[in-house]
């Protein structure tokens, strides 16, 4: 199954000093029909490793193209390659568009919604509040938008551009951590004080119909609480994390759990409809057991954070070290992350949809 296609990059420009917007051309577009919220999962080999990264799309479903916005990371091979090398004419391969960071878009219904951006986090929350203001001619969007200092917000001028468009309808609040604003409540990190004041006096939470969030794990958490401590249901809540877990983090609770009770397992791996039997030693996840047997299974950050390694367990029991991608109804009906998972039971079936 060719999971990976062919885009050929039709325009790279920079955004700010230190991300680029790369706008692509898929070979089969039709594989390439995205929902606003989703992202993409590249691969590339960089000196004989391959790597796999996963990069949101920032153009609104209106837009008429494929973008996507990619911010260099320190020390982030990826990411510093496609902002220094990246050029028009060559080709990325990436898997076709994936991800739950999305609700429907109802054009008949007049929503207010929230969204709580920090740095590039801005990628599929632009995608989102693009189509919605477009789509939804009576629904609400504000923007609360959190960065270092004013050169390095992503998308400034379009976001100037979207506010004049919709005027009445769009609004954006910039948090600046070290450029001092006109409002004192606008400058510095984001944190649960910042935001009570917001809520009082800046937003009506009691009014929000959707709260998105996207952005580093600890602000996401943060406002995640207060969102829920203002009266916002997890429903209400839809949140994308990237790049947790990085190798060398501490080990959670729940991946000490997950270690103590793993076991050595045969497993029945099914993917494309095909199944294999594989063993899996103990401690050894599901996706490294099926990579071990050259099984081409699905993934992308191996840190339990896009769910892109997604399988249902259908016979026997696993464990999962981090989960920061599936929902709870998800992981009820027995969908797990494969990159996270440790069989507990000495057989297992699990199944790639
Ligand atoms: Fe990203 Fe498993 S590969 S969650």
Request: aromatic letters at 8%; proline letters at 4%; hydrophobic letters at 40%.
């Amino acid at each position: 199954m060719a999971r990976f296609h062919d885009l050929t990059v039709t325009d790279v420009h920079k955004t700010i000093r230190d991300a680029v917007v790369v706008t692509l051309q898929p070979d089969t577009p039709e594989d390439f029909d995205f929902i606003p919220g989703q992202y993409l999962t590249f691969k590339r080999d960089f000196d004989g490793t391959e790597l796999r990264r996963n990069y949101s799309i920032c153009a609104g479903k209106d837009d008429g193209v494929l973008q996507i916005g990619i911010k260099r990371v320190d020390g982030g091979t990826f990411s510093s390659w496609a902002n220094a090398d990246l050029q028009v004419g060559d080709t990325l391969q990436a898997m076709e568009p994936t991800g739950t960071f999305h609700t429907p878009i109802e054009p008949d219904k007049a929503k207010a919604y929230v969204g709580f951006a920090g740095g590039s986090g801005i990628t599929p929350v632009l995608s989102i509040l693009k189509t919605v203001l477009k789509r939804e001619p009576d629904s609400h969007f504000t923007l609360v938008y959190a960065n270092r200092g004013v050169n390095s917000i992503m998308f400034r001028e379009e976001l100037e551009d979207l506010k004049n468009t919709y005027m009445g309808r769009f609004n954006v609040i910039h948090i600046l951590e070290s450029d001092a604003q006109e409002i004192d409540l606008f400058t510095g990190r984001i944190d649960a004080a910042k935001l009570t004041t917001l809520f009082d006096k800046w937003i009506d939470i009691a009014d929000v119909d959707t709260a998105y969030i996207c952005g580093p794990e600890p602000m996401m958490l943060t406002i995640r609480d207060s969102l829920r401590q203002h009266g916002l249901t997890d429903d209400q809540i839809k949140f994308e994390l990237f790049g947790a877990d990085q190798p060398g983090r501490a080990k959670t609770p729940a991946a000490i759990k997950a270690d103590a009770r793993a076991v050595g397992a045969e497993a029945s791996i099914i993917l494309d409809g095909t199944a294999r039997s594989v063993h899996v030693d103990k401690g050894q996840t599901i996706l490294e057991a099926a990579l071990a047997n050259d099984m081409d299974a699905p993934f992308a950050c191996r840190a339990g954070v896009c769910s892109t390694c997604k399988c249902k367990v259908l016979e026997g029991e696993v464990d999962m070290r981090a989960n920061h991608a599936l929902e709870d109804y998800e992981v009820e009906q027995g969908y797990v992350l494969s990159c996270q998972s440790v069989p507990v039971t000495d057989k297992v079936v699990v199944e790639y949809e």
